[in-house]
């Protein structure tokens, strides 16, 4: 069926360092990604957002690639700081009436 | 400009019973969503009011309703709440793009 998951489920990175967060998607129709950012006990946060008709996009600090021949997207965080450590979720959009969301990566900042 | 806004921020019910939410949309936003946020779970698509109308609904029993005012703000119903309706129910809005704009949510506890 379709789906979007996430590679992996927890990321640990050192402050500084960059951070990267996968995604895979399986519907080659999708049209418009999201990457959302929800801390502990709030709700998602729109972090970047990257149509079909581009490979890369990028924001503060931030950067999402899109490789739609493997139907893979990843979110870049450059000098990832303690305030970045939150879960991610990537989101696949086919029409604005349905998105679908991945369980989330949780990001980790080691001081 | 205000976000979106969700309340209660938590609610604690015991089996059996009603539970009703509310999310107020980002001014000018016309479209709400609900969504359901289990423990270690994704988000899971719950319903989908615009213009006042139920456009959509996801995989839920018919229990799960709600309904959307001329204002644009919604009510999202439980009806004889079960242990595993316990969950973090999140409230989006959108306008004409395609970006979700999130609440915080309401935590529902069902003892």
């Known amino acids: 069926g379709e789906s979007v998951g996430l590679h992996l489920p927890t990321l640990s990175v050192q402050e500084g360092d960059n951070s990267i967060i996968n995604c895979a998607y399986s519907?080659?129709?999708?049209?418009?990604f999201i990457w959302y950012k929800q801390e502990s006990g709030k709700g998602p946060q729109f972090i970047i957002d990257i149509r079909s008709n581009m490979d890369k996009r990028q924001g503060q600090r931030v950067t999402v690639l899109l490789n739609k021949t493997v139907k893979h997207l990843s979110l870049q965080i450059a000098a990832t700081q303690p305030g970045d450590s939150a879960v991610y979720f990537c989101?696949?959009?086919?029409?604005?009436?349905?998105?679908?969301f991945g369980i989330g990566t949780k990001l980790q900042v080691i001081p | 400009e205000a976000g979106v806004t969700q309340s209660p921020t938590h609610l604690i019910k015991t089996r059996g019973q009603q539970a009703t939410l509310r999310c107020s949309p980002i001014s000018g936003h016309t479209s709400v969503y609900w969504y359901q946020q289990a423990l270690g779970l994704g988000l899971q698509f719950l319903l989908w009011?615009?213009?006042?109308?139920?456009?959509n609904r996801g995989n839920f029993p018919p229990r799960f309703s709600g309904r959307q005012f001329p204002n644009y703000s919604s009510e999202l119903n439980v009806n004889a709440l079960e242990l595993e309706d316990s969950a973090l129910y999140l409230c989006a809005s959108i306008r004409v793009s395609d970006t979700q704009y999130f609440g915080p949510g309401t935590r529902l506890t069902v003892l």
């Open positions: 989101a696949e959009n086919r029409s604005y009436q349905k998105v679908t």
């Open positions: 009011y615009d213009e006042g109308e139920e456009r």
């Open positions: 519907n080659s129709a999708s049209d418009y």
